[in-house]
C-alpha cells in the first residue's frame, strides 16, 4: 500500500489542505504548513507558484505573484517538502503545480528530486489525460502518483478512461471555474460524485474548489471519501497584518474547523 | 482532428474543464468545415462583408527607394475592420452560431482582434465580452473605444504586466466559467488544438489569394513571403498559400523590441526556448526556472511571450526563417511607407515592412517579395507620436 491508500483506508474523510510555497517567504509557509498538519490535514498540497496560473482565482494568483516577486524558485519546493517529509512520516504530500516550470526542468530530474523529497503525488492542471503520456511514466518510475482530475463538465466515459489504475485519489473540481472560495456549491454536486464514485472505483474521490466553511465542507464530504481546502488556508497566509505564529494558528483553527466538521 | 501536434509543438494543455469544450469544438470544426453552407456562408461573408478579396499591390515607390527585388504588399489593412483579424472572427463565429452559442469572448493586445471580434458579435447578434490588458487600454484607445461603440464589453486586466498574455490568462478563466454557453474566439494561430489548426485555415485566404494574384500578374511565384509573427496568425494566413512551393523562401519577422541583447524584446523564437503556455507546446519567453517573462515590443500586437505551435515547427524544420526587427527599424519602416507609398501601416506590419526593407536590396530586380501588409497603423498614431518624442514607451516603465 502506498502512503495515499494508508490514508484513504483509515475509515474517515480525508483532509486535505493547499497551501502556496514560498508565500510570503519559504520559512513563514513551512510554519504556515505545520499548523495545518496540527489541525488535522492527512494530505498536503504544496503548490508550485507559477507565472501563469490559468486555473486559479485571484487569492492564489496573489500568493503566487508575491512568492515569485520573493524569490521562489521551484528547487524550494522541494526543499519544503523534505522539512514536512521529515517532520511527518504519514503525512501525503502531493506536488501542485502548473506544467511548464516541470517541463522547463525536465521530467525526469522533477520526478527524481520529488522523489528525494518524499513526495507521493503529483497534480498538474493544465495536463488533461491527452498529455499525461509525456510525465506520468516518469513519475511512476519514481513512485509518485499523478493525481487525476474531474470536473462537471467531465462526460461519464471520460471519468473511467481518467481515473483507470489511478494508486492515488481522483480529484473532483466541484464548480465550472477558477479556485477560490464560495459560499455555496452547486446543485449537481452530490449526483455527479455519486456519478464519479462509480466511475473511479476502487479509486477514492476527493472534493476541491470553493470549499471554505464546515457548511460547504459537510456538503462535500457527504458524496466524497475526502475534501480538499485551498483558497480559504492561503487568504490567511496573504494576510499582511498578521505574524507568522499568527498565520499558523489560524491555519491550525482553519482545519480544525472545516476538517472537524466532517469527521 | 489531423493537427493537435505538430511534432513535439502543440497539443492541449488546459484544465480537464475545458477538454470536453475543446472535443465539442473540434467535433464542429471538423462538421462544419467542409459543409457546402458554411463554405458558400463564408465566402459570401468574407466578399460582402469583410470586403475580399484584398488587392496585392506593387509598391513602386517603395522598391525604387530599395533598390532590389520588386515589393508587393498584400493589403490586409484594407479589409474591414482594418486588419486580417476579420478573416478569422468571421469563421469562428459562424461557426459558434451553428454550435448554438450564445456569448463570444475574446483576448485581445492592439485591439484589432477585439475589435473584430466585437464587430462580428455586433453582426450575429452574439452578446460580447473582450479582455484587454490594462496597459493595452493605455496605449490602444481607439480600439478601446471602436469596442464599446459595437457594443462589447471591455474587461480591464490588470494582473500581471497588463498586456495580451495577461488578457489571454483571464479569458481562459472566464471561459471556464461560462463554457456552456460561451464561444471563446482566440485571435491567432496559438492555443490548444484545434484552434492553431482552424486559425490558419481561417487566416488561409490571405495566401491562397496573394499566390494566385501574383502568379496572375506575373507569370511566377514570389521568392520570398515576409509576415511579421506575434502569435503568428496573418503570416501562417500568407504561408498557407505557398506552403507547398519550395523555391518561395518564407520569412517570419518577430518584435525585437529594444535589441534582442537587452532582454527586452518579444522574439520567442530568437531569443525563448520550449515551453507551455496557453493550452499548447511552443518557444516561450521564460526564465531558467520555467516561469514566463513579459515580452516586449513597441507593437502591442507583436507583445506576447509565445508564439504558435506550428511556426516552431517551421523553425526547426527549416520551412520558415524566423528574424528580428527592433522598434527604431519598425518605426522607420513605418515612415516610409507612409511618404512613399501614402499607406499608414499598423506598427506590427512596419515590422514586416521593415524587414523587407532590408531583404530587397540584397536580391536582384528580378527578384520579388510578397509582405503581408497585416492592419492599418490609425491605432497607433498616438503611440508612434510618443516614441518620437522620446517618452517612455508604457509598458516598459
Known amino acids: 500500500m502506498n502512503r495515499f491508500q494508508k490514508i484513504f483506508s483509515r475509515g ?36 508550485v507558484p507559477f507565472s501563469d496560473p490559468t486555473a486559479d482565482g485571484p487569492v492564489i494568483q496573489r500568493s503566487s505573484q508575491l512568492a515569485l516577486r520573493n524569490g521562489f524558485r521551484v528547487e524550494k519546493a522541494f526543499g519544503i517538502a523534505s522539512a514536512l517529509r521529515k517532520a511527518y512520516p504519514e503525512l501525503g504530500l502531493v506536488l501542485f503545480s502548473y506544467y511548464n516550470p516541470i517541463f522547463s526542468m525536465g521530467p525526469e530530474k522533477f520526478a527524481e528530486r520529488a522523489q528525494q523529497a518524499g513526495v507521493d503525488g503529483a497534480l498538474i492542471v493544465d495536463v488533461p489525460f491527452e498529455e499525461r503520456g509525456e510525465i506520468e511514466p516518469m513519475l511512476n518510475a519514481r513512485g509518485i502518483e499523478l493525481v487525476p482530475l474531474v470536473s462537471p463538465a467531465t462526460p461519464p466515459e471520460r471519468m473511467k478512461k481518467i481515473t483507470a489504475g489511478c494508486g492515488s485519489f481522483v480529484y473532483y473540481i ?44 459537510r456538503a462535500a464530504a457527504a458524496g466524497a471519501d475526502g475534501i480538499v481546502i485551498g483558497s480559504a488556508f492561503v487568504k490567511i497566509q496573504l494576510d499582511e497584518t498578521l505574524s507568522a505564529a499568527e498565520k499558523k494558528a489560524k491555519a491550525e483553527a482553519l482545519a480544525r474547523l472545516c476538517f472537524g466538521a466532517v469527521r | 482532428m489531423k493537427n493537435t501536434h505538430y511534432d513535439i509543438y502543440g497539443g492541449q494543455y ?61 493589403r490586409e489593412d484594407l479589409n474591414h475592420t482594418g486588419a486580417h483579424k476579420s478573416n478569422n472572427t468571421l469563421g469562428q463565429a459562424l461557426l459558434a452560431r451553428r454550435m448554438g452559442k450564445k456569448r463570444l469572448i475574446a483576448e485581445t493586445g492592439a485591439g484589432m482582434h477585439g475589435v473584430a471580434t466585437a464587430t462580428v458579435a455586433a453582426r450575429f447578434g452574439f452578446e460580447c465580452e473582450v479582455f484587454m490588458g490594462e496597459a493595452d487600454i493605455r496605449r490602444q484607445q481607439p480600439n478601446v473605444e471602436r469596442m464599446a461603440m459595437l457594443g462589447a464589453k471591455v474587461r480591464s486586466i490588470t494582473s500581471g504586466t497588463g498586456t495580451l498574455k495577461d488578457a489571454m490568462n483571464e479569458a481562459l478563466r472566464n471561459w471556464v466559467e461560462t463554457v456552456e454557453d460561451t464561444f471563446y474566439v482566440i485571435g491567432t494561430v496559438a492555443g490548444p488544438a484545434p484552434y492553431p489548426e482552424m486559425v490558419k485555415d481561417f487566416q488561409s485566404v490571405i495566401g491562397r489569394e496573394a499566390r494566385a494574384q501574383f502568379l496572375e500578374r506575373t507569370g511566377k511565384l514570389p521568392d520570398e513571403v515576409i509576415a511579421c509573427v506575434g502569435g503568428g496568425s496573418n503570416a501562417m494566413g500568407i504561408f498557407a498559400g505557398f506552403e507547398n512551393d519550395p523555391g518561395v523562401k518564407l520569412v517570419g519577422v518577430e518584435a525585437g523590441g529594444m535589441g534582442l541583447e537587452t532582454g527586452h524584446h518579444a522574439a520567442s523564437i530568437n531569443g525563448g526556448r520550449v515551453g507551455v503556455l496557453h493550452g499548447s507546446k511552443s518557444y516561450l519567453l521564460q526564465d531558467a526556472d520555467g516561469q514566463v517573462l513579459d515580452a516586449y515590443s513597441v507593437s502591442a500586437g507583436l507583445d506576447y511571450p509565445g508564439v504558435g505551435p506550428e511556426h516552431a515547427f517551421l523553425h526547426d524544420t527549416g520551412r520558415a526563417e524566423y528574424t528580428a526587427i527592433n522598434d527604431d527599424e519598425a518605426i522607420a519602416a513605418f515612415d516610409l511607407l507612409c511618404r512613399l507609398e ?50 517612455k514607451i508604457l509598458n516598459c516603465e
Open chain 1, 12 to 47: 474517515r474523510k480525508v483532509a486535505i489542505g493547499y497551501a502556496t510555497c514560498g508565500c510570503p517567504d519559504t520559512e513563514s509557509s513551512i510554519e504556515f504548513m505545520h499548523g495545518m498538519v496540527a489541525g488535522g490535514t492527512d494530505i498536503l498540497e504544496l503548490g
Open chain 1, 174 to 217: 466541484t464548480v465550472r471555474g477558477v479556485t477560490g472560495t464560495r459560499s455555496a456549491l452547486p446543485d449537481d454536486l452530490q449526483k455527479n460524485l455519486a456519478a464519479l464514485r462509480r466511475a473511479a472505483a476502487p479509486a477514492p474521490v476527493a472534493a476541491g474548489f470553493g470549499i471554505s466553511s464546515p457548511e460547504t465542507a
Open chain 2, 14 to 74: 488546459v484544465a480537464e474543464t475545458l477538454m470536453p469544450a475543446l472535443e465539442e469544438l473540434t467535433r464542429a470544426y471538423e462538421k462544419f468545415r467542409n459543409d457546402p453552407d458554411f463554405v458558400a456562408e463564408m465566402k459570401y461573408f468574407l466578399h460582402d462583408y469583410v470586403g475580399r478579396e484584398s488587392p496585392l499591390y506593387f509598391a513602386e515607390r517603395l522598391t525604387a527607394h530599395c533598390g532590389g527585388a520588386q515589393i508587393y504588399l498584400k
Open chain 2, 342 to 391: 501614402g499607406i499608414l501601416p499598423a506598427l506590427e506590419s512596419s515590422h514586416a515592412i521593415a524587414q523587407a526593407i532590408k531583404n530587397a536590396p540584397r536580391l536582384g530586380k528580378d527578384k520579388a517579395i510578397v509582405v503581408c501588409l497585416s492592419g492599418r497603423g490609425d491605432k497607433d498614431m498616438e503611440n508612434i507620436r510618443a516614441y518620437k518624442a522620446g517618452k
